[in-house]
């Protein structure tokens, strides 16, 4: 049963220090997608990637967030320093997304998520 | 700034009841919208619309899209207390599945 695997699922931290979340996105799966959701501002897209390579991470404080997929098994987003707003529940995504014009839909299977306290 | 909007934000209904769910969008570059349910963990995907008019269904959900109008609707019949759960629509604006979420739609069905 293929799904998407997040570490740590539970993360209680304290304000400055460094968070790394790690995401094994389903083999054969070519994208990854990083989200943060919270009660203010709900799902947000914080980067993605196709093919390791990082397409957009618009979403994502760059003074202080990273995402990176050192290989197709593996991404990892870190917050260093975090801070108490980073708090949240940050979800990793992955599918096989093939471009518009081929038609279709291939859904994105969400991991079951890292819940982040910052104090 | 590309922008779902989903309403209402609670609703709480009895086992058997219908309810539907509304979500309006703008953005930029539509290609496809999305509906997710959300229970304890992370969210499922439900459905994918992309003409408008035509309904997509699945046992006693449906869902249906206006591109004119700009919004979508999930209706779901003959509620069950196995349906509560928050509702997330979703619109992709690239066609490669970078999506804007809308804050969610929490249903509770009381037995």
């Known amino acids: 049963d293929a799904r998407v695997t997040q570490t740590p699922r539970h993360k209680v931290t304290e304000m400055g220090q460094e968070v790394t979340m790690r995401c094994q996105p389903i083999?054969?799966?070519?994208?990854v997608f990083w989200y943060r959701q919270t009660m203010m501002q709900g799902l947000e897209l914080l980067a993605y990637?196709?093919?390791?390579?990082?397409?957009?991470d618009s979403g994502m404080p760059k003074d202080r967030f990273s995402a990176e997929m050192p290989d197709a098994t593996l991404a990892t987003l870190k917050i260093q320093p975090s801070e108490p707003r980073d708090s949240a529940v940050y979800f990793c995504?992955?599918?096989?997304?093939?471009?518009?014009?081929?038609?279709?839909?291939?859904?994105?299977?969400f991991g079951p998520g890292t819940r982040l306290t910052v104090l | 700034e590309d922008k779902v909007v989903q309403s209402p934000l609670s609703l709480v209904v009895h086992e058997g009841d219908t309810v539907t769910l509304n979500c309006s969008y703008e953005?930029?570059?539509?290609?496809?919208l999305l509906w997710y349910k959300q229970e304890k963990k992370a969210p499922t995907f439900l459905f994918m619309l992309?003409?408008?008019?035509i309904e997509k269904k699945s046992g006693r959900l449906s869902s249906i899209l206006d591109k004119k109008e700009l919004f979508s609707i999930l209706n779901i019949t003959a509620t069950q207390t196995g349906d509560s759960a928050v509702y997330l629509c979703?619109?992709?604006?690239?066609?490669?599945?970078?999506?804007?979420f809308g804050t969610g739609t929490r249903l509770l069905v009381s037995p």
């Open positions: 990637f196709r093919n390791r390579a990082p397409l957009d």
């Open positions: 992309t003409s408008s008019g």
């Open positions: 979703a619109v992709d604006n690239t066609g490669f599945q970078k999506l804007v």
């Open positions: 995504a992955s599918g096989l997304v093939s471009p518009p014009t081929s038609g279709g839909y291939n859904e994105q299977f």
């Open positions: 083999l054969g799966h070519n994208t």
């Open positions: 953005v930029t570059n539509f290609r496809s």
